[in-house]
C-alpha cells in the first residue's frame, strides 16, 4: 500500500516557525513531483508549494513567498515544509502530495488535480 507518513504540525504562536516533513513508506518518491497544499473548513485545498522530479525547480504561492521554503532529501525520501514568521491566516490541514504518476524532470505541478498520492494531513495552527 502507497502511503506516506507525517509528521511535524502543532500550535505556535504567530512569528514562530515550524517544519513539516513527509517520509515515503511503501513507494519510493524518488521519481515523483511533489507539493504541499492546505486546506481550511472554508476554503478548498489550495497550493502551498511545490519542488520537480530532480529538486531544482519548486514553487510557492504568492501568500507563502519569502516565508515557506519547500525541500525534498532524496537519500531519506523525505519532502519538507519549512515555515517560518507564521500568521493567523497560516492555520490549516497541511498536506503532503505525490504525482504518483510519471512527471516530467523539472516541472512544478501546481494543481489539486495532478496528485495521485496525498498524506493524511497534519494540522497547524497559529494563534495572534
Known amino acids: 500500500q502507497e502511503h506516506v507518513v507525517k509528521s511535524g504540525g502543532g500550535l505556535v504562536q504567530a512569528g514562530g516557525s515550524l517544519r513539516l516533513s513527509c517520509a515515503a513508506s511503501g513507494r519510493s518518491f524518488s521519481n515523483d513531483a511533489m507539493a504541499w497544499f492546505r486546506q481550511t473548513p472554508s476554503t478548498g485545498r489550495e497550493f502551498v508549494a511545490g519542488i520537480s522530479r530532480n529538486g531544482d525547480n519548486f514553487e510557492s504561492a504568492d501568500s507563502v513567498k519569502g516565508r515557506f521554503t519547500i525541500s525534498r532529501d532524496k537519500v531519506t525520501d523525505t519532502l519538507f515544509l519549512q515555515m517560518n514568521s507564521l500568521k493567523p491566516e497560516d492555520t490549516a490541514v497541511y498536506y503532503c502530495?505525490?504525482?504518483?504518476?510519471?512527471?516530467?524532470?523539472?516541472?512544478?505541478?501546481?494543481?489539486?488535480?495532478?496528485?495521485?498520492?496525498w498524506g493524511q494531513g497534519t494540522q497547524v495552527t497559529v494563534s495572534s
Open positions: 502530495a505525490a504525482r504518483g504518476k510519471p512527471s516530467l524532470l523539472a516541472y512544478v505541478y501546481p494543481h489539486e488535480r495532478e496528485y495521485n498520492i
